[in-house]
């Protein structure tokens, strides 16, 4: 899986072993979400990682393993 992920770009695959990209802003010293207009092209392309590993991961999984985790999530 690693080496399939990693040919399609290797932005997916360190978005997989790493926390899910969220990007921040600094107001009056508190750090806040960026809304969706306050995003640069490279942080629009590192949550686009994201979700594209998302959607390889949903699609290789089996309805069985994919329940699974959502029902993990629910309880």
């Known amino acids: 899986m690693k080496i399939f992920i990693e040919s399609i770009d290797c932005g997916i ?5 790493s926390d899910p990209y969220i ?3 600094v107001v009056h010293g508190v ?3 960026k809304s969706y207009d306050e995003l640069t092209d490279v942080e629009n392309k590192k949550m686009q990682y994201d979700y594209v590993a998302k ?4 699609f290789a999984s ?6 699974q985790d959502i029902t993990m999530q629910l309880s």
């Open 13 to 17: 695959w360190n978005a997989i072993v």
């Open 55 to 58: 959607k390889i991961i949903t």
């Open 31 to 33: 750090s806040i979400e």
């Open 62 to 67: 089996n309805l069985d393993e994919f329940f």
């Open 23 to 25: 990007p921040m802003t």
